[in-house]
């Protein structure tokens, strides 16, 4: 048992669709949210950035004393889960893995939208292959969709527009499942599935990473059972364009903090295989 928050980091309100899942199947859990909307888009960086930006989260997260973290950004888990894990003393689930594994229950010809770092990272299609190497997968970068999200443009023509020139390259190769390769993504379901034929499956791996962390978290003995409190709303950019961004999904204008996150020191060793990268 642990009153302990969960933390969850996200570039913006990606992780918003993790944290929906979070309380329709947590709802006992006190949460600890974090958008580096100041240093967003992620997608478009090197890892060695990333690194650096999520090393930096997880300091702060630890100080704030979270119990354990979900990764709720598919670039952070695909360039740096492996890499930070082990440097922290609370577990860390990313969403890249779960999000795999149901695809291959769903289906054979699986599309993955992604950001271009996490489509060039192939991490989707390495851990698709792991678990079964018959499945065809193809991977599709989308660079203008998290700026539109995150500029609340979502229901506009040129949204819909990408969205059917990101979407034609999969359909051609009849997919029969679509991977949310972004956590942003699920934000632009309605625009998405509106250009889908019905035959083919979405998977959200956000719904999958919760479940491993309640899976987890019964492990461990770190379940609440007492009132949760309310989440706390932090970014490292302007809270007040996040609470107005984020009514429409969260159905309340939440209290939004900024923080500055602490800097990380890099030992030479770790500064040397970065810039090797
Ligand atoms: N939502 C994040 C980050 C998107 C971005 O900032 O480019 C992801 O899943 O990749």
Redesign the pocket.
Known sequence: MSSQRIGIF???V??LTVLRELYRQLPSESILYFGDTAR??????RMSEILTFVREILTWMQQQSVKMVIM???????LALETVRSEFNFPILG?ILPGARAAVQQGRRIGVI??P??AASNAYRRAIHEIDSTVQVWQVGCPAF?PLI?QNRIHTPDTYQVAREYLAQLLEQQIDTLVY?????PHLAPVLKSILPRTVRTVDPAVYVVRAMAQELDLLGLKNTSPPQPTRFCVSGDPHHFAQLSVQWLGCTPIVEQVWLPAVSLGPAKIESLERE
């Open positions: 996200d570039s913006g990606g992780g967003l888009p992620y997608g478009n960086r709720a950004c598919n670039t952070s888990s695909a969403v992604a950001t770092a996490t998290v995150e390769g972004c956590t942003h993504y």
